[in-house]
């Protein structure tokens, strides 16, 4: 249960001032992106090594809170105090026991730098967050005795955006298990989500209609796929050597159309557009022989058959084929 609740003025006094300018407002927000990247990065679990010449941080690290909402600004300069904001906040921060922290900045990395030389004017001082923008969390023993290794790699992509949301500088980066960087991508324009071709490679998609890309972060090498797929979800099955993911988005259609691209040649062997009430997709995967494919104007997620293109299920939405009960046994 949430209900929209107005701010409190403690936290109030931290807003910025809504005479402040475009510009300071998107380096603020770029700056927060990089904070809820740490967020994520200890929800999921992946939590880093020792903090440089200095000794582990104590547990009572003081980590913000994933539904503590972060400020939001109008174009106009305007604040928005309404935040959504769960009932009864569990009170614990997950954060491994026994841990030890790494603190890394990704704007110091030297490809990083180099691009921002490049950058439109003004870029570097929109696009920029604090010293140790990234920190990982982890408890060596744990990975040791859980995982027996920990040669493991993490890969995310960030991207800085003007007042108009258009895109000024975008990265995709690779870290170790210690929150090191071992690897950044800069492609011309964002790409909104990225998977895993495989162990070396990262797959992805730019915005904007400028392609589909293999990038070896290894050897740090492009090559460019030979179709135009949408920038939102795009994913790799070796088994039947197919990309799936969305026709690219002409931004007039009124539905978009979940597809498989074939591997080597970049056909379409298979294709599914939604019900109207279901038209806008955000993600695709596949398992066996179904698609599972997210609605964001559904609200709901479906299960689709890829022979015959047809729901098998839905999972949400005033069409769900699921009842739940909340914590208050309330039917739905």
Known sequence: MYQAVERPSAVEARMVNPSVSASVMQA????ISIVILAAVLVVVGF???????????SSNLAVPYPWEAVLQLAPDGSKIYQEWQYEAVPNVR???TKFTTNRVDLFSYPKVVQQMTYALPGTKYLCNGPEGNIYVWKNDQAIQSDLLSADGYTVFNLDCRDELANS????ITVIDMNGDIVGVHMP???AESVSMYDTKTVLFSCTGGEGAFLWNWQEDSVQKLPFLADAHTLVYRHSDNKFYGLFLDDGKSATTIAVAFDGDT???SWAYEPPAEFSRINMVTVYGDF???SSRAGNCLQKVDLHTSEIVWTLGSHLSDFHFFDSEGNFF
């Open 28 to 31: 603020n927000r770029f700056k």
């Open 47 to 57: 939590t880093a090594s020792h903090l440089r010449n200095s000794s582990p941080v």
């Open 94 to 96: 997950r954060l491994p």
């Open 168 to 171: 000024l500088v975008a990265f």
């Open 188 to 190: 011309h324009t964002r």
């Open 266 to 268: 970049g056909d379409y």
């Open 291 to 293: 698609a599972y494919v």
